[in-house]
């Protein structure tokens, strides 16, 4: 079956510590996007990527990096620069990226806490 | 400014019974999408229905249809013969038009929390 698959579902991160996020999706997608989740503040987006070797920053990239090396996966390093880090973190994907119609589809998610 | 706003933290709803969940937006964009989606306790997120700013009639699938009033900017999501694998949390989201040489993204609001009685 097809869809996208988030690893961990759990991790934790001591302090200081750089941590990376798995995200694999088999969906043949061309478009993949990094959520930030907090209780009470809905979805924001951390980071997007429309073509394989580019992303552009969301609205809360800081402390955060990506890359896009293949069509299929498009990991999520929580670096020492992000100072409150704890939070459920969503990736998702769409076929592309240019039209008002594109919805997302998303994976299970990683809660991210620290030590 | 908030793009989409949820003004319902928490709603309560008997089982059978109907339900609006409210959602405002803001945009000054002639073309764009709302989008509703539903988080269970397991944390996916589960696309529910769509609605184009063109469209002239509301959008409904199955249980779900999105009572859309432009000229107020809503987009209210009505679930009809509520069952108790409703409850969830349930988000609205907008896209707005695709900006040449830009990526567009799914705008979020904050949730409203539905949860289904006996």
């Known amino acids: 079956d097809g869809g996208i698959t988030q690893s961990p579902k759990y991790l934790f991160r001591k302090e200081g510590q750089n941590v990376t996020l798995s995200c694999e999706q088999n969906?043949?997608?061309?478009?993949m996007y990094w959520y930030r989740q907090d209780p009470g503040q809905g979805l924001r987006l951390i980071y997007y990527?429309?073509?394989?070797?580019?992303?552009q920053k969301g609205d809360i990239a800081e402390g955060y990096s990506v890359s896009r090396e293949k069509k299929e996966s498009f990991p999520l390093t929580v670096t020492s620069a992000q100072k409150n880090p704890t939070a459920f973190y969503l990736c998702?994907?769409?076929?592309?990226?240019?039209?008002?119609?594109?919805?997302?589809?998303f994976g299970s998610g990683t809660q991210l806490s620290v030590l | 400014a908030q793009k989409i706003t949820q003004t319902q933290p928490g709603m309560f709803v008997q089982e059978k019974e109907a339900v609006t969940l409210d959602c405002t937006y803001d945009?000054?964009?002639?073309?764009?999408?709302l989008f509703w989606y539903k988080q269970p306790s397991s944390g996916e997120m589960i696309f529910l229905i769509y609605q184009g700013s063109y469209d002239e009639q509301n959008a409904t699938e199955g249980r779900y249809s999105l009572n859309f009033q432009k000229a107020r900017k809503s987009a209210n999501l009505v679930i009809s013969a509520s069952q108790l694998g409703d409850s969830a949390m349930y988000f609205c989201?907008?896209?707005?038009?695709?900006?040449?040489?830009?990526?567009?993204?799914?705008?979020f609001g904050t949730g409203t929390q539905l949860k289904v009685e006996l």
């Open positions: 998702a994907s769409s076929i592309k990226d240019r039209t008002t119609n594109e919805k997302l589809f």
């Open positions: 990527s429309q073509i394989v070797n580019d992303f």
């Open positions: 989201a907008m896209r707005e038009d695709v900006i040449t040489g830009g990526g567009n993204k799914l705008t």
């Open positions: 969906l043949n997608h061309d478009a």
């Open positions: 945009t000054s964009d002639q073309s764009y999408g």
